[in-house]
């Protein structure tokens, strides 16, 4: 007996925090409000906390922030990013960056499913990279930093009784990659979804359980260790003039660029340059030769997020950028298959009803457009925003769109070459 009662002392207390904590986290959702600052800080950080949660998001999104969808492109700050221009010249809108290095269109499709009601009938801006097309599409370990299963459940719950080629497809996607099977239970309901299957009551319940402990991980823990970059938009934005005016600012873009890569010659900025390419340079000189980005899974990956911004009725604006000329000429990346890239995704987009498109693919030989190998620089980010500002702040005709299960097919995912050039030049619809 005395035994016990010294068991107890010990680790009954561990016991009952446990049952408490447990109580907690499937309790009704308390209401956490989020303060503007830590919309500030978050709206910049590019987090993966903040993407693959819920409550931040949720929050920015109803007010005047507008979702900015991209990868590693955002966390290039200079004087022309859009979230300083925006800020500078106190427009009506706030970019709210979701992605970073290694987030591609299968992280974003799941990453939008805790914010289709604040995509219903707004506007979006989103970024796609040629560098996300390659033959294997997004590698798993870059799918799991901005997974969670916050995302799975939310997605499987608003999506139970529907059966769709989107949803079989999004579900056996899902299923390739090892993050998805961290949780028995879900990766069940995953695998239910991918044959087309309805989800058990049973399921079900597990499911809003599940989600209530998650939204509630999503709420003590989202908005921790932010990286705050309000400062650095601050200082750079010192650099801008008081009034915008396109010829002025292009100006100062050009002279910034020019002061920023003046120690090589590929235009590209010093820093990058002397952190990452001037020791090896010369032995990637041809390396490129052989990169295709025209046959990937990545294709049918995208047409996710087509068909959820389709289903939300969200206005878009697709922008499609350069690579660095002198950069691709040297490492021997073919203009050909770029070009063939861009007419293959703007096929898709169009074919479907998305035209709003800032198609920068052929500028990648202007100066000082690039601020490195593949990234937007000073001029690239202005030339971007005379498609971004007006979108944003005047009235868009409402799109209609019209989507198409082919572009799921491995057929397209793998068409190129001449077959896609003969395939384009049989279609009427664009």
Wanted: glycine fraction near 4%.
């Amino acid at each position: 007996m005395k035994l016990r009662k010294e068991l107890f002392k010990i680790f009954g207390p561990v016991f009952l925090a446990a049952f408490l904590l447990g109580v907690f986290l499937v309790a009704p959702l308390s209401s956490k409000k989020i303060d503007n600052v830590t919309l500030k800080r978050a709206a910049l950080s590019q987090s993966a906390n903040i993407f693959k949660g819920t409550i931040v998001k949720q929050t920015a999104l109803e007010k005047n922030y507008v979702p900015f969808f991209g990868s590693s492109e955002f966390s290039r700050i200079d004087a022309f990013h859009p979230f300083v221009l925006a800020q500078k010249y106190k427009r009506p809108y706030r970019p709210f960056l979701l992605g970073a290095m290694g987030a591609q269109s299968l992280s974003q499709f799941f990453g939008m499913q805790e914010i289709n009601a604040q995509l219903k009938d707004k506007k979006a801006v989103f970024v796609i990279s040629p560098q996300w097309f390659v033959k294997q599409g997004i590698a798993p370990g870059a799918f799991a930093l901005y997974y969670s299963n916050l995302q799975a459940v939310t997605w499987l719950l608003d999506n139970q009784d529907k059966n769709t080629e989107m949803q079989r497809y999004a579900a056996k996607r899902l299923l390739q990659m090892p993050s998805a099977h961290s949780d028995k239970m879900i990766e069940n309901c995953i695998q239910k979804k991918a044959d087309g299957q309805n989800l058990s009551e049973m399921q079900l319940v597990y499911l809003k359980l599940r989600r209530n402990q998650l939204m509630h991980e999503d709420q003590l823990f989202s908005t921790l260790k932010l990286n705050d970059r309000r400062q650095r938009i601050k200082r750079v934005a010192k650099a801008l003039p008081d009034n915008y005016d396109f010829a002025d600012l292009d100006q100062l873009a050009y002279q910034i660029g020019q002061k920023k890569t003046d120690n090589n010659q590929f235009e590209i900025s010093n820093n990058f340059w002397n952190k990452r390419l001037k020791k090896t340079y010369r032995k990637l000189a041809g390396e490129q030769a052989s990169k295709n980005y025209v046959a990937s899974p990545e294709f049918a990956d995208f047409q996710l997020v087509l068909n959820q911004f389709a289903k939300n009725h969200t206005d878009v604006l697709f922008v499609i950028p350069p690579v660095n000329r002198q950069w691709s000429n040297f490492t021997g990346l073919s203009l050909k298959m770029l070009t063939q890239f861009n007419e293959k995704i703007r096929y898709q987009l169009e074919s479907q009803g998305f035209h709003n498109i800032a198609d920068l693919s052929k500028d990648g030989a202007e100066k000082y457009f690039m601020q490195d190998t593949i990234h937007l620089g000073w001029r690239g980010w202005l030339k971007m925003d005379q498609y971004v500002a007006p979108f944003l702040m005047n009235k868009q005709k409402q799109p209609t769109y019209q989507i198409n299960d082919k572009f799921y097919s491995k057929k397209w995912q793998d068409l190129q070459g001449q077959a896609l050039n003969d395939y384009l030049k049989q279609q009427t619809d664009i």
